[in-house]
């Protein structure tokens, strides 16, 4: 009924930028909390940055400083951009959405599938 499609990553070295984005379609409501997750090799996945519908955010200790998520509702999208980048922020990043489909008062939580970060030099 939604669907989350991530883009943007790749290959950067170590001091670069990438920026992500994850666009939302589909039965679209309402979107609410819009989150960035990463998961390395052989670790859990976490919670790297989230932005409510108002614009309020909060990120994790290890990107602070370095990540900035924000969000366009117009377009359903939200953004994650990572400047100074360390080889320990390799992973895959999901972008992660609350909405709520149209024509019912449902909430769901949806994911994307997910899109590599590599930073090496």
């Known amino acids: 009924q939604v669907q989350l499609v991530e883009s943007g990553g790749g290959l950067v070295q170590p001091g670069g930028s990438l920026r992500l984005s994850c666009a939302a379609s589909g039965r679209i409501g309402s979107m609410y909390t819009m989150r960035w997750y990463r998961q390395a090799p052989g670790k859990q996945r976490g919670l790297v940055a989230a932005i409510a519908n108002d614009g309020n955010t909060n990120y994790a200790d290890s990107v602070k400083g370095r990540f900035t998520i924000s969000r366009e509702n117009a377009k359903n999208t939200v953004f994650l951009q990572m400047n100074s980048l360390k080889p320990e922020d390799t992973a895959v990043y999901y972008c992660?959405?609350?909405?709520?489909?149209?024509?019912?008062?449902?909430?769901?939580?949806?994911w994307g599938q997910g899109t590599q970060v590599t930073v090496s030099s």
């Open positions: 992660n959405a609350v909405v709520r489909v149209a024509g019912t008062l449902r909430y769901d939580d949806y």
